[in-house]
Each structure stands twice: as structure tokens, then as C-alpha cells.
């Protein structure tokens, strides 16, 4: 009797696949349309003339941010611009030369300088010679706090201590007390990886989330804290249960919902929220997500759980379609909406 339920059930299942399939997959972005960390319209001429070794565009670009206190734009620029540099410095070095004391030169040549070092055998001892570079950075644009988000990350490379990482913290939030990039610092820093557990994790990112803006990103820390439980497992006694998952997921999806579809500045955060929604086996939910994000694909967080980013993300696309497909009723059609029929839960919890 067992196996022939099993049986009318992957029956069932697959008649419900081949029906509703195709018309929720025609719903998203095709495979082919689908790029991995695509640059906006105001970064993309930036990294092109950087590739002729140009850095003018780039220079603008982050003068305009700095002078605008965009810090979330600014700091995504800056590690896009860093990570272009990694490959092909000559532009940078063409800009420093002309400009040896600019504040965005200076930024995003520690950021450089902190990746290199971090990739490092001896990474701590790496780090710490950056020391005067990174001072560097934050002395020469007072106002900016990304150069602290930055000191928080080199803190933590450098097995800074919980006072010196608090004073550094302090200098973070001063600037912009709702810059995510300055709390996804001190989330790793308090991850069971570093130098904390997932419970003060998920304190840290709760209470962040709690006095937050209603449309910043750092609604989207608690979901950070959730990926980095779901990644390396909880030690006995040291995790948070599902319910509180669950409801880092639900903050993160109202955030989502504040922000158009396809866009660029929250893209990571939508991608790192439909990972943990398929983690959780909400299928509906990470359907519609997929809907919002587009062929928007981000390397983080798919670059930790697959050998290649991009198929990562398009597998886990694949997989919520056929999930949600097979709990369709066979009768449900165009009147009837697929891809929400049970509210978002079902079938994982």
C-alpha cells in the first residue's frame, strides 16, 4: 500500500508538473537573459572606461556619491570597483598617480589592499600593515562611513578585540546609523564563525532590524543571520529554531516588496532571501521572489552553496518552478493563481 501511494503520487505530481510548468516558468526571465552581478546604468559606463584605463568616469561616480551621502550605492560601487581593480589595476594607478590624495582613489585602494590581503596564508600580518592606508581612507572623507565599514572588516581579519571593534562600530553608525554595509560587518563579526554564536546573531540582527527605517536594507540582517545558520549548522544549543527563520524571511519579503522588481540596489539582498526561502522549502514564496529579482542574479549568495554561481541560481529558479508546480491542483488555471494558491508555506516546515 505504501509504495502504491508513493506511486499515485509522483503520478500526480508529474501530470501537475507538465501542466503548470511551462506557464509559471514563462513568468520569469529567461535562463539566456539571466546576468550575474549586471552593473546599473551609472556603474556600467564607469567599469567600461576602467577597462581602457580611464578612471575619470569611476572618479565621478563616487565624487557624486560622497557628495550626495548615497552610501549604499557608494559601497556597493566601491567593492564593485575594487573587485574590477583586482584583475585590472592600471586605471587605478593612473588615478592615483593624478590624484594621490582623493578620498574615493584612497577607498577604494584599501579596499583593493584588505581583499589582497584577506586571500592572504598569512592574512592577520597582511592585515595589519594596512593599518595606515586604512586611516588613510576614513581621515581623508569624514563623513563617509564606509571607510569604517571597512575598518570593522580589517578588525575583524586582524582579531581585534570586542572594545576596539565597538569603538570602530561607534564611528560606523555615527555616520549612517542605517548603513547596512557597516552592519553586515558587525553581523560577521558576531557569526559562530568569527567571534560570536548564531543566537547573538540573531540578537544583534533582530534588534538592528528593530530600530531600523522601514526601507532600509538592514530589515534584511535577521535573513543574513538565517544564511549563515542555514550554511554551517547550528552547534548543539547554539542555533535559533525555525520560527525565528521564518520570520527573518517574512521581514525580509515586506522589504522586497518596498523596492521595484529588478532592482539593482537590493538585488543581493532579494538573492540571499530566496536562497533561505528555498532552504526552508517555501516554494511559493521563493517563486514570486524570483518573479521580483529578474535576471538580476548576484555571485553572493550562490557562489557559497554551488561551484558556479550563476547555475546555482538558475537550478534553485528550476527547482521552486517545479515545487510549486507540483502542488497545484490540476484544475487550478488562468482564474486561479498558481504560484500563491497556499499561501506561501507549504510543504517544508
Known sequence: MFRTMSLLRALIGTARLVRHGPRLAAGLAPDDDVLLDAPDERLAPALVAAALADPEPAAKLLATTRDAAQWEDRDRYVNRLSAFAYRRDDWLGHWLAAAPHDPDALLVKAQLAVRRAWESPARAERLRELGPLIDAATEAAPRD???WRLALDHARGTHAGHTAFEALWEQAVRRAPNHYG??????????AQWYGSHRECFDFAEQAAE?????????????RAAFSQLLSGPAPGQGVGGERIDAAADRALALSAAYPAG???SAEVRNLLVHVLV???RWHDALAEFGRIGPQATTFPWTLVAEDPLRGFLDARAGAVRQVARRTPLRAGPGRDAGTGDGGRSGGH
Open 279 to 281: 532552504e526552508r522549502g
Open 263 to 265: 532592482d539593482l540596489g
Open 145 to 147: 562611513p564606509v571607510p
Open 182 to 191: 557597516s552592519h553586515v560587518a558587525a553581523l560577521k563579526y558576531l557569526s
Open 211 to 223: 530600530d531600523a527605517l522601514p526601507d532600509s536594507l538592514v530589515q534584511a540582517l535577521p535573513v
